[in-house]
């Protein structure tokens, strides 16, 4: 009886240990998951392709967001690490959100619909193509350390003759006080040598007063009537010649490069990012004038783009004038950054004409541009090149018949010269015409 029941008590104790082994191994699973977890949580920021993330945020987040500035859409800079402090979110939330923002709206989600009542209604694009590994590399470039830019000294660019100095070249007025210096240094060579000559001719017995007395330089002019006859001629021909210059250039302003009231660079627009002239100038498609663009047609893109990029300045015009430029556009639009939307106090902008033609004569942008298909840069030159646009070419009558005479209109697919072209090319005994031969040096053209 006592060995049955000491066998008894050694199979309960074994039992018992057996049982508090396996509750330990329990918890300790159960602690092990639970730091897992903590741990995952704590690196989920950090995990993800960052460069894949920056290609996915510019294709995708950039028209509405930027990472450090409020936009269409809040600042995404740490997002994830600041909604899971302030208001308790987890990555989880984002990828209902990112992939279907009006369906969280309408769940009655409390953080979606104050968002969405914060930016006025406007609702997120919905990305249900973006896969959680996409959202967790755009997560992580949005999780970068802000890399901080040198501070860049404004340097602008005077206008024309403005006589500011520059790296490119000597100042107006060192150029002028160099003039001086040089005319003063004649004027006393030139008495240097008049005292010179006077002492020579004291040294052998002339008297220089005396012999000028006899007979002047004039009187001899005179009475020589060829010289006289030869003379008159000679300066009637020369005030001619400079006459007729002189109202030929009137009205002809090539190179006229004025100062506008905001700086805009076409090398950066129309050069660098490839913005074709007629998305700004789309009045040259349709009208007789290629017009003056709306400001609202700046705001399309700089509604987002409220700096230019790092690499941008140059020696001329740093990064920080630039965008001295942008904020003077937000001015003139009436558009408060902070708040991304407008106040409705506009300010006219004064734009300085540069190409103007004389009342008498017509030119038609829409003949020329979608009829004819002539490049902007044929009459304007290469504005994609110009920091400041000035006027290329001369735009006189006599620069305009030459073109005409020279130009072969393009009438290959094109059915508004089908018939004329036909009956033309008979006429003349050619394949291709010119714009002369059209009836591009009749005077009714240009002048009516």
Request: glycine residues 8%; charged residues 20%.
């Amino acid at each position: 009886m006592k060995k049955s029941y000491q066998s008894l008590e050694v199979n309960l104790t074994n039992n018992m240990k057996q049982v508090i082994h396996r509750k330990l191994s329990n918890d300790i699973l159960r602690i092990g998951l639970i730091f897992l977890l903590a741990f995952s949580t704590s690196i989920s920021a950090q995990d993800g392709d960052t460069a894949k993330g920056k290609s996915l945020f510019n294709a995708n987040c950039a028209s509405c967001h930027k990472l450090d500035k409020k936009m269409t859409g809040p600042a995404l800079r740490n997002v994830e690490a600041r909604l899971a402090d302030e208001q308790g979110l987890d990555r989880e939330w984002l990828y209902k959100w990112i992939k279907n923002s009006a369906g969280m709206i309408k769940s009655g989600d409390a953080y979606a619909n104050k968002i969405y009542k914060e930016y006025n209604g406007t609702a997120m694009t919905a990305f249900p193509q973006l896969s959680n590994t996409d959202i967790d590399n755009i997560l992580a470039y949005t999780a970068e350390v802000k890399k901080e830019s040198p501070n860049t000294p404004a340097v602008s660019k005077g206008g024309v003759g403005s006589g500011d100095d520059n790296g490119n070249g000597l100042s107006n007025k060192l150029i002028l006080g160099a003039l001086a210096l040089l005319f003063a240094l004649l004027a006393g060579a030139l008495v240097l040598v008049n005292k010179t000559l006077r002492r020579f001719a004291e040294e052998k017995g002339l008297d220089v007063a005396k012999e000028v007395g006899r007979k002047s330089l004039w009187q001899a002019f005179v009475k020589n009537q060829f010289l006289v006859l030869v003379t008159a001629i000679f300066m009637l021909l020369a005030s001619g010649y400079f006459a007729y210059g002189y109202f030929m250039q009137i009205g002809v302003n090539q190179g006229y490069e004025p100062v506008q009231p905001i700086h805009f660079s076409h090398k950066i627009h129309a050069g660098d990012n490839g913005v074709d002239c007629k998305y700004c100038h789309s009045s040259a498609r349709v009208s007789k004038t290629s017009g003056i663009p709306s400001l609202n047609v700046c705001m399309n893109c700089h509604k987002s783009i409220y700096e230019v990029a790092e690499s941008t300045g140059n020696a001329d015009y740093s990064k920080a004038f630039y965008d001295g430029e942008i904020k003077k556009l937000y001015d003139a639009v009436g558009w408060d950054d902070a708040n991304q939307k407008y106040t409705g106090e506009t300010k006219p902008v004064k734009w300085v004409r540069i190409h103007n033609l004389p009342d008498f004569a017509y030119f038609n942008h829409s003949q020329h541009v979608s009829v004819a298909g002539i490049e902007c840069q044929t009459c304007h030159g290469p504005v994609e090149e110009m920091e400041v646009v000035y006027q290329h070419a001369p735009l006189t009558m006599g620069w305009c018949i030459n073109c005409h005479r020279e130009t072969n209109v393009k009438v290959k697919d094109n059915a508004y010269y089908e018939k004329i072209h036909e009956q033309l090319s008979k006429k003349y005994g050619v394949e291709k015409l010119t714009a002369a031969q059209m009836g591009g040096l009749e005077c009714g053209k240009c002048h009516y």
